[in-house]
């Protein structure tokens, strides 16, 4: 009940004026950058986290910036569906196993159609999310605040062993950009032993650690401009839709008889596996339409322009952009690249993320949980009341919109860092990340490394400094920490988790060996 | 794509050794040896290096597993026999990863204002090959969004570049838009935007014609 109370008051204040114009306009971008092929919430959240001093500056409140970054992450998950279904290009690559079935139905003439079932589905499965969302979040911080370093060093190793296990790239690819993000993170000062360390040439840019948002900029907005320009080659044709408010009706109508399961199934599946660090809402998505399609009574549909192909990939990315969060704000790690740099505003916002959040920053937390229901409500509405002025914006080529991103991103690393040496690292990161990607290297784990780098090496060092250089401080359960005898549990639970997901990619492989298994797919960002 | 999959992979283990050197090195006044920071200190804790070294420690053996991988011609990229950049890739680099290294270069000189208007005019006209107008106009009207926003609103310079020393262009800006309130600096986003389009309208015209 407790609960339902902060939460009113939470939705109570999301809903003063200021806060909702900023979420109308953070919900407002985030279609826009959802929306735009090549762009999605990652890239759009990164470009413009400079902007929450100013909002910080203005309105004078700590959860207003937070508002505005989470209604963008929000906005980007239902703008992937319009280009999705309009251009038969996915807006993001959440919006991947929306194609599957939406440009089908576009192709049939039904574009309305896909689109307000996109819109709808994905309410469904924010509001779902949201819900689940509210009742997970106070249990686990509570239980959170009881860990100690062991513990938190676990999670942290875990986070990174999800992304080996269950990322589903190359597996000597996807550790060597984990390793590449905790390196970038530790460069500057070993902060115990207060000596310089991994200062390059002497250069004064690395005498502190890179900022997650120089990489994040340089890999998400001048790597993926590149990546983007190099594979979207001929110009791609755009379906007609014709969008009338009883249209809108009958859509909505078809889409409760033939979507609802697609939509429970996106909603719940897609919040759990938004929970896991390294999964996130494409592969949230793709599962989805998977389950989907295995349990409908006409599997032959789908592909050919099924309702519930639409509503369980869409429900499903909504829903895993909520789930991400939970880890994100009761335990301080991000559950998609997403949620790493609304992290790293949390942390420039001079909050420090975690369990305490809950119990220190009340007035803080629940607005920002409110504001989850309201940009949902506001996203869905302003979606289906402005498909028209979108299916017009989809229209803008897109050598506008390239040189945009590269003199946001440029003038954005600037206004946040105050450095030219960021800049040009961040030039470079892009580069380096278009060179790799061609090789197929996954870059969101070394985004999520150069966020964690720092607390999981505190940990690590606090943990066996603690244990006298032991590493049975997280593994074994009988470990005497304090020489009172207790045991701990949740450390080696979590550390062993840990080592069979590290370890999964092996078994895999015996398997394939012996029984010729398929391959997974591989593409996901979320 | 094999050969760069091995030289990316040689590239990355080069990497990771010589991080590994760095890491171990000392401070000229704590007097000790290369690497002794790389192991537990006497109180069971590892030292300022232990991190970085072992952490490149994995990433070297991973480059040399993504190496063999390449040669054994076991990964999706090694078995692939395509060029690593096709002629379209080398264009995409030429065309605009070029520019935007010369966007951050001439920063230093001509101010970032400056070079974003250079960029963006390069980028409309001759890459996008859009009307002169809306490329001027485009040129113009976002360097001068960017002013208003990070300069004026946010009070957050961005490098002028050696224009600064004398300044004749920035300081009179700054000054002339400084003295303006809220709501007037609201209607000079809202100029610009009214430039935009009609900038665009009238190229539209001139396509058409």
């Not at chain 1, 402005?386 to 897109?398: A, T, V």
């Not at chain 1, 074994?476 to 080592?499: E, K, L």
């Not at chain 2, 809220?182 to 389009?197: D, K, Q, W």
Request: net charge neutral.
């Amino acid at each position: 009940m407790e609960v339902l109370g902060l939460l009113l008051d939470g939705i109570l204040i999301a809903l003063e004026p200021a806060n909702l114009l900023i979420c109308f306009i953070g919900v407002v971008i985030g279609l826009f950058v959802g929306a735009m092929p090549g762009l999605g919430s990652v890239n759009g959240v990164a470009i413009l986290l400079p902007t929450i001093f100013f909002i910080k500056q203005s309105t004078g409140s700590d959860a207003a910036p937070m508002l505005f970054l989470a209604a963008i992450y929000y906005g980007a998950m239902y703008g992937g569906a319009i280009s999705s279904i309009m251009l038969g290009i996915p807006g993001a690559s959440t919006a991947v196993a929306t194609t599957f079935d939406g440009r089908p139905l576009a192709l049939k003439g039904r574009a309305e159609q896909a689109l307000v079932t996109a819109a709808l589905a994905s309410f469904i499965g924010g509001t779902i999310a949201n819900i689940f969302f509210t009742g997970f979040a106070p249990p686990l911080a509570s239980v959170a605040l009881k860990f100690g370093n062991p513990e938190i060093f676990a999670l942290m190793l875990l986070a990174f062993a999800t992304f080996v296990g269950l990322g589903g790239d190359d597996i000597p690819k996807t550790i060597i950009s984990i390793m590449l993000g905790l390196v970038c993170a530790s460069i500057g000062f070993d902060v115990s032993e207060g000596e310089p360390r991994l200062q390059f040439f002497d250069l004064t840019g690395f005498s502190r650690p890179i900022n997650f948002l120089v990489l994040a900029i340089g890999v998400y907005g001048v790597g993926e401009m590149l990546w983007t320009l190099h594979t979207t080659r001929g110009d791609t044709e755009m379906s007609k839709a014709d969008v009338s408010l009883a249209k809108i009706k009958t859509a909505a109508g078809n889409t409760y008889r033939e979507g609802w399961k697609g939509t429970s199934i996106g909603s719940s599946l897609g919040f759990f596996v938004g929970i896991l660090p390294a999964a996130g809402a494409t592969p949230g998505s793709l599962m989805s339409y998977g389950v989907a399609k295995m349990t409908s009574s006409k599997p032959d549909e789908f592909g050919k322009g099924s309702i519930d192909g639409v509503a369980a990939p869409e429900a499903a990315n909504n829903s895993a952009s909520t789930g991400a969060m939970l880890p994100m704000m009761t335990l301080g790690i991000p559950g998609s690249p997403t949620t790493a740099v609304l992290l790293t505003g949390l942390v420039l916002l001079e909050l420090e993320p975690g369990p305490r959040l809950f119990q220190d920053q009340p007035d803080f937390v629940w607005p920002v949980i409110g504001s989850f229901y309201i940009s949902n409500l506001i996203a869905v509405l302003v979606n289906l009341a402005f498909i028209p002025l979108f299916l017009w914006m989809l229209r803008m080529p897109f050598t506008i919109l390239a040189p945009i991103i590269f003199i946001l991103s440029t003038a954005g690393v600037y206004a946040a860092t105050d450095s030219m040496f960021d800049v040009w690292l961040m030039f470079w990161f892009g580069l380096a990340a278009f060179m790799l990607r061609i090789l197929n290297y996954p870059l969101a784990p070394a985004a999520l490394a150069i966020v964690l780098g720092g607390i999981t090496e505190a940990k690590l060092r606090q943990s066996l400094q603690w244990s006298d250089g032991s590493f049975g401080i997280f593994f074994n359960p009988f470990f005497d920490r304090d020489g009172s005898g207790s045991t701990y549990w949740i450390a080696p639970i979590i550390a062993w988790i840990a080592v069979i997901l590290i370890l999964m990619p092996l078994f895999q492989v015996i398997k394939r060996r012996f029984l010729r298994g398929p391959a997974r797919p591989s593409h996901w960002q979320g | 794509m094999r050969i760069a999959e091995i030289i990316m992979a040689i590239a990355l283990a080069a990497l990771s050794l010589a991080i590994m050197y760095k890491a171990g090195e000392r401070p000229s006044w704590s007097g000790e040896a290369r690497f002794s920071n790389v192991g537990f200190g006497e109180d069971g804790a590892p030292q300022g290096g232990f991190w970085p070294f072992w952490v490149c420690a994995i990433m070297f053996v991973c480059s040399i597993w993504v190496f063999i991988n390449g040669v054994m011609k076991l990964s999706p990229p090694a078995k692939s026999g395509g060029p690593y950049l096709d002629r379209h890739g080398v264009n995409v680099l030429l065309t605009v990863g070029l520019p935007v290294f010369l966007l951050v270069l001439l920063t230093d000189y001509i101010s970032m204002y400056f070079s974003m208007a250079i960029f963006l005019f390069y980028y409309l006209f001759v890459l996008g090959r859009h009307a002169f107008i809306l490329s001027s106009a485009m040129a113009l009207v976002m360097p001068l969004w960017m002013f208003l926003f990070f300069d004026i609103t946010m009070t957050r310079t961005l490098p002028k570049g050696v224009l600064a020393v004398e300044d004749g262009i920035y300081v009179p800006l700054g000054n002339f838009f400084r003295s303006l309130d809220g709501a007037m600096i609201g209607l000079c986003f809202l100029a610009g935007a009214v430039v935009l389009v009609a900038a665009s309208m009238l190229s539209k015209r001139g396509e058409d014609a």
